[in-house]
């Protein structure tokens, strides 16, 4: 008994090893570090903040601060009366970033589509790294410190940084199929993870002589990379002559391995013909409108449930060295080292996940179980001892299980989304899928933030981890119903398989 189409499971990495290139590596290693270094840039903000606090309160009032210093250069710098408030500033700095970057991923995913994608990426990281420079070097070095010029620099920063996840997945969604799409995607979106060790290292390198150091050093390699993608990245393979994806697909099991994982099974073949954009008619498509890409089956629920993941997954990213500090007192540079763990963790765990996902041909399920470990290891990571190696390693296994789903979501799942039948496999809707993505986890993680340094500052951290476990549990319930679709079409496909035999 024949199976059909969909129900024929080809080799994961099949389609892949047979179109790779050495176009396809320079594309990967290319896209990889060009957004690991602008996570770099923002992680240096995360990794000195401490030092930042020391700097804007009075000495009396910061152990970590000089025993000696001039009063009229304290003066010059005095931003707010305790430590306390200037923490709270500096969690209203992320909020205005978040939200500025989710803002600027509505735009930029929807100006990606309709310009060329490494004018726009190469343009974002040039100027974000001038910001940067502005912010945290120039300021200091002229003794500059004024409350609402950080808070323009650091909107401008959140709204050109928005231009690299939307340009970065569209370009690897348009050199890789869905051919091993998870396990490419989980390897490739540990991108920011590596970005926030490296911004980690560089900044504990560096720290000792000053926190301006840190910011002048993660904004000239950024500033460098974004001129080598300029000169170097290919968005498409039709640039170099080679086919695009879906254009050579001569049988039926190229036909199925370019098939992506958010199509409707169920769904007759009469059903293409709603499509959103017609490529037959025209050679050269043009982008769907942002209404036409949060209408696309999927698009709404996976933007909720990563709204609700971001903001946890990024207030690890935010404040992770400043808890460790603050709650176990170890010093600044050495909790900065031991945040790595928690990137590793998820790097191992958006790769991995990401491969069970293409065995399985589905991502819902793999996520549901992921999460509900995650709500696990947060508590007991909330009950972590003095000790910095069991912390480390509970650090690492929350990573493992948030990290991964929330590098999925932001990829490999935004791929799948911006490429379904409805859109008969374009990428002109690459871009603005994932911007609106990201966009809304980027407004669940702004208002994050906020909230964050507000429950510390009145509850306490344990507070702040049952906050943790409720967003984490509000992600599976927004999954839900693609949950119960792709397990029942999983049974589904397991009793056609058992009639076959």
Not at 178 to 206: D, E
Request: with cysteine; net charge negative.
């Amino acid at each position: 008994m024949a199976l059909p189409g969909s129900l024929r499971r080809q080799p994961a990495n099949r389609g892949l090893v047979s179109h790779c290139t050495h176009h396809h590596i320079v594309v990967f290693l290319l896209t990889f570090f060009s957004y690991s270094l602008l996570h770099a840039s923002r992680k240096t903000f995360s990794n000195v903040k401490v030092s930042i606090s020391s700097q804007w309160t009075p000495s009396c009032l910061n152990s970590t601060a000089p025993e000696l210093r001039p009063y009229e250069l304290w003066n010059s710098s005095h931003l707010f009366p305790n430590a306390e408030e200037a923490t709270l500033f500096l969690g209203t700095l992320d909020t205005i970033f978040l939200f500025s970057y989710a803002v600027g991923l509505f735009v930029s995913g929807i100006v990606g589509d309709r310009l060329n994608l490494r004018w726009v990426l190469s343009f974002g990281m040039c100027s974000s790294a001038l910001v940067v420079f502005f912010f945290g070097t120039l300021t200091e070095w002229l003794h500059f410190y004024n409350k609402w010029f950080y808070c323009c620099l650091w909107v401008v920063n959140g709204l050109l940084q928005s231009t690299g996840w939307p340009c970065v997945v569209a370009v690897m969604g348009n050199w890789f199929g869905k051919a091993g799409r998870g396990f490419v995607f989980g390897l490739w979106s540990a991108c920011a993870s590596v970005g926030n060790i490296l911004g980690a290292f560089l900044a504990s390198c560096v720290l000792k002589y000053g926190y301006e150091y840190a910011f002048l050093v993660t904004a000239s390699v950024q500033f460098a990379g974004g001129v080598i993608v300029f000169f170097g990245l290919l968005t498409s393979p039709k640039e170099v002559g080679l086919p695009e994806l879906g254009a050579d697909e001569d049988d039926s099991v190229e036909e199925d391995a370019n098939r992506p994982l958010m199509g409707n099974d169920d769904a007759d073949d009469d059903d293409r013909n709603y499509s959103i954009q017609a490529t037959d008619t025209d050679n050269q498509p043009k982008a769907i409108g942002f209404f036409q890409a949060c209408c696309l089956p999927g698009v709404v629920l996976y933007s909720l449930a990563y709204a609700c993941l971001k903001l946890v997954n990024y207030s690890f990213f935010f404040w992770l060295p400043f808890y460790l500090s603050n709650n176990f007192g170890w010093k600044e540079a050495e909790a900065d080292q031991l945040s790595i763990w928690y990137d590793v963790g998820g790097i191992i765990g958006g790769t991995i996940q990401g491969l069970i996902s293409d065995v399985l041909q589905k991502r819902a399920p793999v996520l549901a179980i992921s999460l509900l470990f995650a709500v696990g290891s947060l508590f007991g990571y909330s009950r972590s001892p003095n000790s910095k190696p069991i912390n480390a390693v509970i650090m690492a296994i929350t990573g493992f299980f948030i990290g991964g789903p929330s590098n999925m979501i932001s990829s490999a799942i935004s791929a799948d989304l911006g490429r379904q039948d409805l859109v008969k496999g374009s990428s002109e809707a690459l871009a603005t899928v994932t911007g609106i993505v990201d966009g809304t986890g980027s407004i669940g993680a702004a208002v994050g933030q906020y909230l964050v340094s507000l429950i510390q500052e009145n509850l306490g951290w344990m507070w702040v981890f049952y906050f943790f476990i409720l967003m984490t549990s509000s992600t599976v319930l927004f999954i839900s119903p693609l949950i119960v679709r792709e397990i029942k079409l999983l049974l589904h496909e397991r009793h056609l398989r058992m009639l076959a035999e």
